[in-house]
């Protein structure tokens, strides 16, 4: 499949490395699953002479505050793990997904002229739900709706009786059935892309060797992989990095953050790590986590300040 503007617009990657691409919560802070997340991507770019390559998940329709893209960037520069690409610097600019509409809508477009997906314009429910119409719309319908600007989305046709298999590098093998998926939305009411759609489509306009991403992109596995299939693309390499439990906080809505290690005091080098110690730790099956300790992280921040530690 070849779209041709988008090529034109963000041209083959001259590096014969890896085009690491780390997605991060669109938060006011840096967690430290994302922490990890950014410090195996500029592993692998740095070991590879590739590039790593940041983006903020923000599905949000709304703006993103512009303070906060500021904090996270911060962050990782104080564990001296910043992106070769990101929000304001590289050549595969827009990098966030808000503006990134265009791309999604020439796929969209493309589906539906294949015959790989159909319309689906949004309604209400019986209970006030807004969701989309499941009737087989006529063309002449379908003008109408469009005319009308009204919100719609694009539902995927999925084939049937189909197993699919993912071979996860931490995990093993994993096996989903097209059966257990009927059509899969692609946009959601607020017209931005589901998170499984534009993983696939900025992965490939991007040219994304591996996506490091949160061990809940797990979920959605089945969805990717059936999207590669229907747009005959290659996908990229997934690297899923695990959750992170911290006994110290007991709220169900705190995080456990850089921000709060550096207000702390702790040593920047003591958590990069830390975390690298963290992650060899990495448990056998998903949603297990990674569990925090902050004395051994804290004994190894003052070996750090005295000059004693061995890195």
Partial sequence: MLLNPFYMKWPKRQT?????????RAEPYLTLQDACKALVGKTL??????????HLDDSDPDPLSSTLPTQIFNMLSWLNLEPDEHLDLGGYYPYARRERYDSY????????DEDKADYAFFTTDKAGNIVPDLA???????????????QYTARLRVKQNKRLTYTDPVWGEMQFESSE??????????????????NVVDNHFMQVTTHIRSESA?????????LHDVLGWERPLWLHVPQFIDPEIHHVFEESTVDRLFEKGYHPKAIVEYLEQLLLKTPGRPNQ?????HDELREL????YRGTATS
């Fill in 45 to 54: 770019a740095k070991s590879t002479g590739g590039v790593l390559i940041v």
């Fill in 218 to 226: 797990l979920e959605t596995i089945a969805e990717e992989l059936v």
């Fill in 289 to 293: 986590g990674l569990v925090l300790d």
């Fill in 16 to 24: 014969c490395g890896e085009a690491v691409l780390v997605t991060l």
């Fill in 301 to 304: 921040s003052n070996r750090h």
């Fill in 181 to 198: 998926m009927d059509h899969l939305s692609l946009l959601t009411v607020e017209g931005m892309p589901m998170p499984y759609f534009a």
């Fill in 136 to 150: 087989d719309y006529d063309d002449d319908v379908v003008i109408e709706h469009l005319s009308s600007k009204q």
């Fill in 105 to 112: 809508q020439e796929v969209i477009h493309y589906l539906i």
